[in-house]
C-alpha cells in the first residue's frame, strides 16, 4: 500500500514569512494529492490539491508543486498570518484502492 | 452551512457498552468515509461506503461496524468499546473516490 512521509512534524515561522511543507510518497501510480489544514477540535479542511498531470497549483498565498519523478509535493504558505497556525496533513490517494493516505502531520505555529 | 454534520460532538461510554455515532450529510455525495484519529496523529481509515457497497479496511478492528441506511446517513457502532478507542471519530463524504474529501468535525470519544 501507500505510505507517505511528512516533514518536518513541527514548524515555528514569524508572521510574514513562508513556510514549507514537504511530503514524499511510496506508489508510483498515484495521481491525488491534498492538502488538509485541522484546527484545534475541528475536523480536517482541504485548502488545495493538485493531481498527477500538473506540477504547480496556487491559490491566493497558497501554493503546492509536484516532482512525480522524485515522489514528492510541498506545501508553500507566503505572508504567514498567525490564523495560519494548525496542523497540516499531505496525503497521497492509493492507486488500489482510491482510498487516502496521510503523512503524520506537521504543527505550524506562526508568531505575530 | 455546514455539509457534514457529526452528532453527538462529545460522547461519553462506559467499557463495553455499546455506542453509536452519527453522520449525515446534505451534499449527496456517492461515498462516505469513518476515520480514526488519536491525540497527535493522522486520521486513519476504518471504513468507507462507496454508495451501498461496504469496503472495510483490513486492520479494521471486528468490533467497528457501520451502516449507512440512505445516502444522507452513515452510522458508526462499537459494539464493545475498550479504552484504547478512545479517539476522535471522523466523517468525510466526497462526491466519488479518488476526489475531494469534505470531512465533518467529528465525534470525541471517551471511555469511562
Known amino acids: 500500500g501507500e505510505n507517505v512521509e511528512q516533514h518536518p512534524s513541527t514548524l515555528s515561522v514569524q508572521e510574514g514569512d513562508s513556510a514549507v511543507i514537504k511530503c514524499t510518497y511510496s506508489?508510483?501510480?498515484?495521481?491525488?494529492f491534498p492538502w488538509y489544514k485541522q484546527e484545534l477540535g475541528k475536523g480536517p479542511q482541504l485548502i488545495i490539491d493538485i493531481r498527477s498531470n500538473v506540477g504547480e497549483k496556487k491559490d491566493q498565498r497558497i501554493a503546492v508543486t509536484l516532482n512525480k519523478t522524485a515522489k514528492h509535493f510541498s506545501l508553500h504558505i507566503t505572508e504567514t498570518q498567525p490564523e495560519d497556525s494548525a496542523v497540516y496533513f499531505c496525503?497521497?490517494?492509493?492507486?488500489?484502492?482510491?482510498?487516502?493516505?496521510f503523512g503524520k502531520g506537521t504543527m505550524l505555529l506562526v508568531s505575530p | 452551512d455546514a455539509m457534514v454534520i457529526q452528532n453527538p460532538r462529545y460522547q461519553v461510554t462506559q467499557f463495553g457498552k455499546p455506542v453509536t455515532l452519527s453522520c449525515s450529510q446534505t451534499?449527496?455525495?456517492?461515498?462516505m468515509y469513518w476515520y480514526q484519529q488519536k491525540s497527535s496523529q493522522a486520521p486513519k481509515l476504518l471504513f468507507h461506503?462507496?454508495?451501498?457497497?461496504?469496503?472495510n479496511e483490513a486492520d479494521t478492528p471486528d468490533n467497528f461496524q457501520s451502516r449507512r441506511p440512505n445516502t444522507s446517513f452513515c452510522f458508526l457502532d462499537i459494539r464493545s468499546p475498550g479504552l484504547g478507542d478512545a479517539a476522535m471519530y471522523l466523517c468525510a463524504t466526497s462526491i466519488d473516490r479518488n476526489q475531494p474529501q469534505h470531512f465533518g468535525d467529528g465525534t470525541r470519544l471517551s471511555i469511562l
Open positions: 461506503y462507496y454508495d451501498k457497497d461496504f469496503n
Open positions: 451534499l449527496n455525495h456517492n461515498v
Open positions: 506508489d508510483s501510480a498515484s495521481n491525488y
Open positions: 496525503a497521497a490517494v492509493d492507486s488500489g484502492y482510491s482510498t487516502l493516505t
